[in-house]
């Protein structure tokens, strides 16, 4: 089975997260689609992020329609900062029969020479770098027989950018599925003071 591994914050996921996605799984072919919400990211170790519970959800809710989408839990059960090369491993223990295919964006790809382990993540899985607007996409010093490069719809949309439409009050309806702005108002995410899960009554 070909089974593409979709790794992000999801803070919040939005449509560019799903877009990217959905393209790869088609053109390459996928079984599945897995979404790897990540415990605490160590890139973003300077900044809060949300709970890795509301990340989740949000994840769960975004990909629910979608019966070649689905949500593992393997980062976020995982104590201590996310590696994909753990990701990777655990993934491939778990369903040692599934081919991995790593879907990144053009900025993730660029920086994936700095990641842990890299010299053993071209073992583990295919990457799959795709556009997005505003990033080159290239394969320059990465393995060119490990990567494939795939132009997906462009779609101009951050996490960044919707936390804070948030922040400003702005909408990010249709940025987001309608599910995720329904959870993040319902759980007041991205203001200030905002509460976690279990304040929530
Ligand atoms: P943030 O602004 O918080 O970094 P983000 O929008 O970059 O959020 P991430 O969760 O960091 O989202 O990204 C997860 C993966 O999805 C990365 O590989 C990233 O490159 C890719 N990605 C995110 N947004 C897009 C997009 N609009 N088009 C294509 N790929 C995207
Ligand atoms: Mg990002």
Redesign the pocket.
Known sequence: MRLGV??????PI?H??LV?ASEVQSLLDLDEVVFVPTGQPWQKAGREVSPAEHRYLMTVIATASNPRFSVSRVDIDRPGPTYTLDTLRDLHEQRPDAELFFI?????LAQILSWKGVEELWDLATFIG????GHELSKTGLPQDRVILQE?PA??????DCRNRVVAGEPVWYLVPDGVVQYIGKYQLYRPGAGVLQDET
């Not at 979709?6 to 803070?11: A, H, K």
């Not at 795709?130 to 607007?133: D, I, K, L, Y």
């Open positions: 979709m790794g992000g914050t999801f803070d939005h560019g997260h990217a990144t964006g053009a900025d993730a795709v556009t997005r607007p997906v779609m101009a949309i951050s996490s960044t």
